[in-house]
């Protein structure tokens, strides 16, 4: 669908709510130790598929080989997974969850319902039913069947497209050079014309030395202009024309990739009312308010 300066806010809002959860998710796993969200992939991989190579767990999650054997080489010094070495070709490391992997899967697995359930706690009856369905629809679309049984739990659709819709955003913001908070505050700059720090700030739910440095980092390339508001310590932001532009580009490139994730759903009222609900909980968890 084409992308006005008027319908931004559909696309910008669920990447923006998406993105932002994937960050909460991140931050709580490493606050609790738990380690990261790709560790507890490769961690359930290797428990369906035991002596699976490095190079085929990084096709099947859809993570670049670096990435992967990092976060391997990580989990076997951790000792939940043990390395070996294949028969048919000694350059290549099979991977196989040991008891103490079970054990942290059980850990990681605690984690992330605690985090869902909070994320999808304004949703009730119907109306988290429809958002199940909506989340299960993309994970299945996209393929996303690689953990058979825990898959079909509404938290690990929830954070498998949060994490999807993250990693995608954040693809196409660096073919603009921007990095996804970055591309959050431009687009809405962009919505709004002109918009206060104070008010950009409760609309990311970003902590203040955060949106700080990401409007220091768009005026400085240009996108942005930085204007003192009402009072000596409010700083007004407007966007440039190139700003405009790249916020247009944005916008577009992220209206094209959710319509690719959510199909038929996207903009359906499921979509918004998730959406809308998911926002509600990220706000209290942040303390914000738009």
């Not at 899967?105 to 199940?132: T, V, W, Y």
């Not at 953990?147 to 073919?175: A, H, P, W, Y």
């Not at 930085?226 to 440039?240: F, Y």
Request: neutral net charge.
């Amino acid at each position: 669908m084409g992308t006005s300066l008027n319908s931004w806010e559909l696309a910008t809002e669920t990447a923006l709510i998406f993105d932002q959860w994937m960050r909460a998710i991140a931050a709580s796993l490493r606050d609790e130790g738990a380690g990261s969200i790709n560790q507890f992939w490769i961690l359930l991989l290797a428990s369906e598929r035991p002596r699976i190579p490095v190079g085929a767990a990084a096709d099947v999650l859809e993570l670049n080989y670096t990435t992967t054997a990092e976060c391997a080489a990580q989990l076997a010094q951790a000792g939940t997974i043990a390395k070996t070495t294949s028969e048919d070709d000694g350059r290549r490391s099979l991977i196989s969850l040991t008891a103490t992997g079970t054990q942290r899967i059980a850990a990681f697995d605690q984690s992330l319902m605690g985090i869902a359930k909070i994320a999808l706690d304004p949703l009730e009856g119907e109306g988290r039913i429809r958002a199940m369905h909506l989340l299960f629809s993309a994970c299945k679309r996209r393929d996303k069947k690689r953990m058979m049984g825990n898959l079909v739990r509404g938290d690990s659709t929830f954070i498998m497209t949060c994490q999807q819709i993250s990693i995608e955003f954040g693809r196409l913001c660096k073919r603009q050079g921007v990095s996804s908070i970055q591309a959050h505050a431009l687009v809405h700059v962009a919505q709004r014309e002109s918009i206060s720090a104070k008010e950009l700030r409760g609309h990311l739910c970003l902590d203040a030395p955060t949106l700080s440095r990401t409007l220091t980092a768009l005026a400085d390339r240009g996108l942005i202009s930085r204007q003192a508001g009402a009072s000596r310590r409010e700083v007004e932001a407007t966007p440039t024309a190139i700003g405009l532009q790249y916020a247009s580009l944005i916008a577009e490139e992220t209206d094209a990739l959710l319509a690719n994730l959510f199909g038929d759903d996207y903009g359906s009222p499921a979509h918004l009312q998730t959406v809308a609900a998911l926002r509600t909980s990220l706000e209290a968890r942040t303390g914000q308010s738009a």
